[in-house]
């Protein structure tokens, strides 16, 4: 960018070293001359006189060394951008209304283009990262479509894939940094010693992980990003070597990440090894992945996703044949699954943020469309000046020249206000959406942004010259200069494709109208689905135990009674309760379970559920239904009482039809001894656990806490504004151990909301935009109505002198809009179904062509139009006969 | 140009190259080089000089540069480069061959025919 601008100011000064320099040299030859006159015996007044005179007129020759020297196309150039910016100067409501479109439609299209080019487009920041994959398990026959790798999978795979240069696993998580009194919760990462090395960087300061790191004993080393060392540490250059507790244990800092160290769109700020025992690492591990362990991989060059995902199959296959598992395993569907990791990270976001930009590129078409229209008709009122200037002499590259100059100075100008429009909209996207977006927080306004705005405005200046010079060199100068009036008359061809415009930008606009219609009956179907449970007044928060304090489930199952006995004694609070894994919370695995007695039908698979231990009254504080026998008590945990509760869908799929209290089941896919089953002992209500628009019914099964215990979601149900709750809930938590933290408090409500954001978001920008595009339409409609009018008035006088009603007058016009209007529904009715199918995979339940939609949206639609219509129409009608007659 | 009533069209170039080939001159000095080496008989239009020597140099036949007059004032000099050498000399063998033609042509008689 700053080139291009030294480049052109070198022409420009250059510019007037040359003129400076050819007045020099001209006016040399004259003096010359004058004084080889003079010396031949002429005065000097005369022989100055007649020097001038045979030099010839100095500022035709000058006008010719310009053009010598390729340079007249510059004075072309500036003369022409003068007289543009004087025309646009003229008309300032055209102007104004040019820019507006202009800077609406680019600024919405760059905002959305920087997000995709953030987040879809640019390269993850790591070295070659196109060669950057994951690999994960999936058992799709068991309806578990992703489960992560396991422990064993990483120790089985390391250095044995040829196609892999290197290979690694990380687990996301907290940890609770600080000396006791001053303690944070932090996202940290556990991660293999390879992690940093097969994304393609490292720690600059220290080193990072070794292999003897990777047991329990010897794990407590920790590498810290930037931002940690900067904002805890001020930078301190000694910092490697010295210890932080973490989880309460020192640790001893061994490395210090680059400032723009980012894995994906991790938080973290603390990296440490992830430690496995050898049981952890044996092959009964292989398929204990559970979703929390993920892994990625480095492929050597040259080598292939295809290659790789060969090499992978035909271990899995080799490790199977002394597999126990391998069975059950192939009748799940098991594979895993090579896919790399950018695209992988982003799979999700990907549909919705191409429809966006399909979207925002409508309504820019709109723009465009409407503009040139705008610009058509400014034309129409020209031709006869224009007509004037091509008869004493202006040539059709000038014409041409003219109008390209004049649309480019718009469009340039109207890149610019959107470039300032997408910086706000940026800014607006950032503070909003970034952290809810993978890679939001790359999302950034800059020179890229700014060099496809210039592109995009030069790009549109070109096509919306073009059909105005076509206009201009259209028609026989003859035919221009005897019209009569001002204007010039108008030409079918012209107003047929000022119609056609108008058509067109219509049936944009009612794609745009159906497909934001389509996207709210969407949002709405998904907002009517229940839960499952009653999400009002339930606040929500998760506390993560740390291993040195808790090491085992006694303390665990000791502290959570404590919590949920003090928290139900709190005013406002009916009822409390503690679960493994709160509904919606945003991750979740599933885990099988053996019904006893029970063999898999040939060719079932087994099935993953998901399974909870809950503590206190749970299934009380969330409004869970109870649908047969009872819900686990405070003393079936307290006593450790194998009993278990299932949910309908469970239910179902084993017992269709009948009964399952009194039935037993084994945790894991295996059958195993007596003293081991779990007896069910109620049914509840299915409840939706990774999202309302869930769909496959997996089935849950609900064990106490002393049973099935790890990190826990506290629920508490209050009569008050649920909000009002988490400071008492924090102090509740502290006052039990003043070194737990709770994290993630937010209400169920507001759990359910943040779970929809991704449909929100989109339908309320859909919205937004086709109230723009209606906008445009309107502005559309209306300037080629008035222009109609007034090329008719003469016309219509003439008409109305012969007798005709305002009335009929009135209509006529009224049902040119109308027309133009229905052609313009039913191409948008077909643009509309195309759009839907296009939008299949982010709708819920809700058909491509949705008829009370397509009604609605062209009533809409209709209404703007006409109310856009009435005032030229009405116009037309009060024309005065005598006025207009005599005007021309 | 149009004025250019005395010379041929398109010769006006090859005199001023044939005039700097010579000897680095400026503007006035091609306009009395072109005066002097063609015996006073041609005479070109002041004022078409300039964009012809503006155009060779575009071209790059000619180089200008800035020297001091024989009456010590600042003045813009033009040499031939290479490529405006070779140009002279196409030009020279061109134009002989069209100027025997057309000479060979006007000298036919009756009789040759």
Redesign the interface.
Known sequence: MLKRFRSLFGVLTRRRDFED??T???R??I???T?DLMQSGVSQAEAARRARI????LN??QG??R????LQFLDELRRELRYAARWLRKTPGFTLTALLTLAICLGANLTIFAVIDSVLLRPLPFPEAGRLVTIFNTYPKAGVDRDGSSITNYYERRGRIPAFASLAIYRYGTAIIGETGSTEREQITRVSPDFFSTLGTGPVMGRSFKDEETSYETDSVVVMTDSFWRNRYQRDPRIIGQKIRVDGLPTTVIGVLPPDFRFLSSEARLYFPLASSADQRAPLQRHSGGNAIQMIARLNPGATLAQAQSQIDAQNATLEVDDPQAKMMADAGFRSLVVPLHADHVAAIRPTLLLLQAGVLTLLLIGVVNLGNLLLIRAGSRAKELAVRRALGASRRHVISEVLVETTLLTLAGGLLGLAAAGGGIRLLSAFAADRLPLGSRIAFDARLAFVALVAAIVLGVLLAAPIAWFNLRRPLGDALQSESRSGTSGHSTQTLRHSFVVSQTALAFMLLAASGLLGLSLQRVMEVSPGFRPDHILTGKIAFPSKNYPNAAGRVAFTEKLVDKLGHLPGVSSAGVVTNVPLSGTSGKSSAAIKGRVLRPGESPRGNYSYGVGGDYFKAMGFSLLEGRFLTADDSRHGKRVCVVDEDFARYYWPGASPLGHQLFEGSEQQTDAEAFTIVGVVGSVKQVGLTEETAQGAIYYPYALHGDDVFVAARTSLPPESLGLTLQAAVRQIDPDLPVNDIRTMETRIADSLVTRRAPALLAVLFSAIALLLTAIGSYGVLSYAVDQRRREIAVRMALGAQPGQIRNQFLSLALHLLAYGVVLGSIGAWVAGRAMQTILFHVPAFDLTILAVAAAVMGLVTVVACLLPSYRAARISPVEALRES | MGKAADLLPGTLDMLILKAVSLKPLHGYGVLLRIRQISGKALEIPQGSLYPALYRLEHQALIVAEWGQSENNRRAKYYSLTTAGRRRLREETAGWNRLASAIAAALNTTPEEV
């Open positions: 320099g050819m020099e040299e001209l040399f030859h003096d010359q001359y004084e045979e030099f010839g007129s035709s020759i010719d060394c053009e010598a020297r390729g």
